[in-house]
């Protein structure tokens, strides 16, 4: 699975964004889609992913700003970032290939991951 992520750039706080992420290649295997990020310095984390199923997941610290959704016709996963926060710049991942059975939450359980695209948030 090669995962293809755009949609990055520079807002300023209080700013939208869409993140959008297409997978190719052994797409039956991209049934889950998530988003991580990664600030300097900090570790990589979850922020929101959603399941074959439509369910979806948010980090506490986003969740009623931003919305994961997915077109499965397209292979792809869009984020949807609304009243962005300067601790919200960072890398975005996407990621994919997680079993049925791992945690959404948990990078490691991820084997396919796109190259990051760079949200920056001016105060």
């Known amino acids: 699975v090669q995962l293809q992520a755009s949609g990055g750039g520079l807002v300023q706080a209080g700013g939208s964004l869409r993140l959008t992420c297409t997978a190719s290649?052994?797409?039956?295997?991209?049934?889950?889609m998530s988003w991580f990020r990664q600030a300097p310095g900090k570790d990589r984390e979850f922020v929101a992913g959603?399941?074959?199923?439509?369910?979806?997941y948010y980090a506490e610290a986003v969740r009623g700003r931003f919305t994961v959704s997915k077109d499965y016709a397209k292979n792809t996963v869009y984020l949807r970032m609304n009243n962005l926060k300067p601790e919200d710049a960072a890398t975005y991942y996407c990621?994919?290939?997680?079993?049925?059975?791992?945690?959404?939450?948990?990078?490691?359980?991820?084997?396919?991951w796109g190259q990051g695209t760079l949200v920056t948030v001016s105060s």
């Open positions: 959603i399941r074959r199923s439509g369910t979806d």
């Open positions: 290649g052994r797409t039956e295997r991209a049934h889950t």
């Open positions: 990621a994919s290939g997680l079993s049925y059975t791992d945690s959404i939450y948990s990078a490691p359980h991820y084997p396919y």
